[in-house]
């Protein structure tokens, strides 16, 4: 459903339903370069928008989900043209509007950019070998892309704030103990193997409750709870005028697998 037209990139379709997509430039350590983050998020936006993708799988190499942004590329970065450019900012504009699920499979190092970027997403998988940590302060510079906001969320504010300060590592188990993982995985291949398998079973679900079920559980992270019981509600009634609805509660009642129309 979408090609490989990429350089940084791969994209397949390891099982009927799921996008995959794999970091891939080994030589830095999947750094994310300008290059990379535009072919990622061109390739997201593609599977969102592709009826036979239900669910997105996001992935590196054994080595390294990604090393952080990329260093050599900003070195000489000024303040000006950071600003001009509003750097990074390209980075935040399309993952958080991907309606489908995003299940990151972290092996090895997701470090800086790294790990903000396996926030961004909805379900962190991992192997235990992997190493989690914003190492920024040791560059000289703080996290900027959403590290300093959604690790808080994540494992509370004096473990994130011991962590960017000093910018030790976590490890895969860390990351599951502390919630920042869902699942966590003794090799590379199992953890993969298990972000695929998650995501088949997403896509097997109506797509209508599936984005419902997705933005309502987003919206808690950005509104007081009052706001979110709100919405969760007003989504909840706006499902009973779906189709795949009443085909779901139908089936149950008739003991049957439900077919989803996607309506
Ligand atoms: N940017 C550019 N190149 C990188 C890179 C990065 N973030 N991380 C690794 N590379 C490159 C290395 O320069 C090296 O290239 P050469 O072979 O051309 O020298 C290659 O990848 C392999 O790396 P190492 O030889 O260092 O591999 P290692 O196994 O010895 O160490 C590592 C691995 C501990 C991850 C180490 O590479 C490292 O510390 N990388 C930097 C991690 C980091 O600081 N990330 C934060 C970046 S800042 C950021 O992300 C800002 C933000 O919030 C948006």
Not at 58 to 75: H, Q, V
Not at 125 to 134: D, H, I, V, W
Request: hydrophobic fraction near 40%.
């Amino acid at each position: 459903p979408v090609s490989n037209q990429y350089e940084n990139i791969l994209v397949d379709q390891p099982k009927p339903g799921v996008g995959k997509i794999t970091l891939n430039r080994p030589r830095a350590l999947n750094a994310l370069s300008s290059a990379l983050f535009q072919e990622l998020n061109d390739a997201l936006q593609k599977l969102d928008n592709d009826d036979s993708t239900g669910a997105i799988v996001l992935t590196g190499s054994e080595k390294a989900f990604a090393a952080g942004a990329d260093i050599k590329e900003m070195k000489d970065l000024t303040f000006s043209k950071a600003y001009n450019t509003n750097f990074i900012a390209s980075w935040s504009s399309t993952i958080p509007n991907i309606r489908k699920p995003i299940i990151a499979a972290v092996n090895g190092h997701a470090l800086g950019g790294g790990c903000e970027l396996a926030l961004m997403t909805d379900i962190i998988y991992c192997s235990s070998s992997a190493t989690f940590g914003q190492p920024e302060i040791k560059l000289g510079i703080i996290p900027g892309a959403g590290g300093s906001q959604r690790l808080i969320a994540a494992i509370g504010k004096s473990r994130a704030m011991e962590l960017i300060l000093t910018g030790k590592n976590f490890s895969g188990t860390e990351a599951a103990q502390w919630g920042v993982a869902a699942r966590v995985f003794y090799s590379a291949e199992e953890c993969v193997q298990g972000a695929v398998n998650t995501a088949e079973k997403i896509a097997g679900m109506s797509k209508v409750a599936m984005r419902a079920a997705k933005e309502v559980v987003n919206k808690s992270q950005e509104v007081g709870l009052r706001d979110g019981l709100d919405y969760e509600r007003k989504v909840f009634h706006g499902l009973f005028g779906s189709k795949d609805q009443k085909i779901g509660m139908s089936a149950f009642a008739e003991k049957k697998k439900p077919e989803w129309s996607n309506e």
